[in-house]
């Protein structure tokens, strides 16, 4: 029979004592609520689903207008590269 968190805690208060604060005794509880409480994941459907995202995207790009070898990217504009001087990283303090 699956027990509700409150019955855990109880069931872990009744074993550890109920004035136990060490480190191991709060983690113990730290460790059951998180555990309890978070939300069920179905890791496998998600796997499923990513796996088959990217592979559309994979077959997708062979079948774009972007030809091959060209980037999506807008030319950069000509500017000048100032030049950074070691003695410019540091200011005086």
Request: no cysteine; proline share 6%; charged share 40%.
């Amino acid at each position: 029979m699956k027990k509700s968190l409150e019955e855990l805690l109880t069931n872990v208060k009744q074993m550890i004592g109920e004035d136990n604060t060490s480190d191991e005794a709060l983690s113990l509880i730290e460790d059951l609520t998180d555990s309890y409480s978070a939300p069920t994941v179905d890791w496998e459907q998600k796997y499923k689903e990513n796996d088959a995202m990217w592979r559309n995207k994979y077959r997708d790009r062979f079948f774009s207008d972007v030809p091959q070898g060209e980037d999506n990217y807008p030319p950069e504009p000509d500017k000048p590269v100032s030049k950074t001087k070691f003695e410019e990283l540091f200011e005086e303090v």
